[in-house]
């Protein structure tokens, strides 16, 4: 994997306002800030090669951990060399996220030398790629998995960076509860008439 390919040999975005460099404490490389990004700027637009679940399974585990879930069956893989943008890492406190299905823009404004960071829970639906999470942030969940999504407190944090397909799975989770909260309201007004009839 040559990180040091060129932005105009790259087939996905990365703003020419990051650079990839090893993370050693992380064993691998990450992205960072070469200088202050303001709220809302695009950092990143992946590409790659469109797979379903089934294939992502055959593909060599270094495809598989740079891979983003588009869909709830679809996953966008470079199967090239890993590029620049592939590099982004997880954090559970980040700060940047998705802004449709393959874009990154920065959550706030991101000083110089900052590591750029996203919250897979933000794109992932399924569990293709867990992992035990040290990243160091106080709220750190101490996991990554495909569940993660459903957290509620992360709903309220995210707002609005989730991948469509994640949003549109939350907006039922709520319609459902909310619903189920209205038949729960709707009984318990009925017990307390038939109380005061009998
Ligand atoms: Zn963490």
């Known amino acids: ?13 990365l703003s020419p306002k990051c650079i990839v460099r090893i993370a050693e404490e992380k064993g ?3 992205v960072y800030a070469a ?15 469109l797979v379903d679940s089934a294939k992502l399974e055959t593909l060599p ?8 879930q588009v869909e709830d069956d679809l996953f966008l893989v470079s199967l090239t060399d890993c590029e620049p943008a592939d590099y982004v890492n997880h954090s559970c406190s980040p700060n940047a996220g998705l802004s449709g299905q393959i874009s990154l823009v920065s959550m706030r404004d991101i000083q110089a030398g900052e590591e750029i960071t996203y919250d897979y829970a933000m794109s992932d639906g399924s569990d293709y790629d ?4 040290s990243c160091g942030a106080p709220q750190c969940r101490g996991h990554v998995g495909g569940k993660d999504w ?4 992360l709903w309220v944090r995210y707002a609005g960076y989730y991948s ?8 039922r989770m709520k319609n459902r509860r909310r619903a189920q909260l209205r038949r729960s309201r709707i ?3 009925g017990k307390s008439a038939s109380l005061l009839t009998t």
């Open 1 to 13: 994997m040559d990180v040091r390919r060129s932005q105009s040999t790259s087939n996905s975005y």
């Open 28 to 30: 691998g490389y990450a």
């Open 35 to 49: 200088e202050p990004i303001a709220k809302g700027e695009l950092l990143v637009m992946w590409s790659g090669t």
């Open 61 to 68: 585990d270094a495809f598989r951990r740079h891979s983003l």
């Open 130 to 133: 867990e992992f035990p999470c």
């Open 150 to 153: 459903r957290n509620e407190t």
């Open 164 to 171: 469509p397909y994640l949003a549109v799975r939350i907006m």
């Open 187 to 189: 009984d318990g007004v």
